[in-house]
């Protein structure tokens, strides 16, 4: 069974940066696992930030930044603000479906 | 606007079925492969099912094949979802998602409760 890993919690002061990471446990993660990035607020539907590893949505604030790092998909949030505080989600294809990681709890304070 | 409106959800006994609707609005429905994607309460997200523009091709998460059909009606700009032997597992938020030919899966419908009582 394919388990796809993100931290489960991150703490970040406003103003400053953050990198999330997505790992796969079947290897490397590579542009052909199309890595998304999902944001969800309390209490709210699931908001799409990042697609194909790096590109953004026309809603996406500049601040995020999608990459590949060290084997992982990365999402990286430079100048935080607080309304950043949220739950974020990675996707990655594995052919035919799709496995979402765990989440990551970003705290702002 | 583009949009999709999850219907269907209810409280229903283990061990009986379900069919749950996508109607979308606003874009060619039949541009696009549709997604489900479901929460448990207090759980993250899990994808469930996706389904390419022209039902050619169809995926299931191991926790529901089996027991879940995808299908859409591009006539009707409608996807469903008949889900089958219900367990109390299955007990979430069902969102039914666009995704691009890119892979993105930019759309995100608000979402429909099923709630499985044992």
């Known amino acids: 069974q394919t388990v796809v890993t993100q931290e489960p919690s991150l703490t970040v002061s406003p103003g400053g940066t953050v990198t999330l990471t997505c790992a796969s446990s079947?290897?490397?993660?590579?542009?052909?696992?199309?890595p998304n990035w999902v944001q969800q607020k309390l209490g709210q539907a699931p908001r799409a930030l990042i697609y194909s590893t790096r590109n953004k949505h026309p809603w996406t604030p500049a601040r995020f930044s999608g990459s590949l790092l060290g084997g992982k998909a990365a999402l990286t949030v430079s100048g935080v603000q607080p309304e950043d505080e949220a739950d974020y989600y990675c996707l990655l294809n594995y052919g035919g479906t799709w496995v979402f990681g765990g989440g990551t709890r970003l705290t702002v304070l | 606007e583009v949009q999709l409106l999850e219907s269907g959800g209810g409280l229903v006994q283990s061990g009986r079925s379900l069919r749950l609707s996508c109607a979308a609005s606003?874009?060619?429905?039949?541009?696009?492969?549709i997604h489900w994607v479901r929460q448990g309460p207090g759980k993250g997200l899990e994808w469930v099912s996706g389904?390419?523009?022209?039902?050619?091709?169809?995926g299931y998460a191991d926790s529901v094949k089996g027991r879940f059909t995808v299908s859409r009606d591009n006539a009707k700009n409608s996807l469903y979802l008949q889900m089958n032997s219900l367990r109390s597992e299955d007990t979430a938020l069902y969102y039914c998602?666009?995704?691009?030919?890119?892979?993105?899966?930019?759309?995100w419908g608000h979402g429909t409760m099923v709630t499985v009582s044992t």
């Open positions: 389904i390419s523009w022209n039902s050619d091709s169809i």
């Open positions: 606003g874009f060619n429905f039949d541009d696009y492969a």
């Open positions: 079947t290897g490397a993660v590579t542009s052909a696992y199309y």
């Open positions: 998602v666009r995704r691009n030919w890119n892979g993105a899966f930019d759309v």
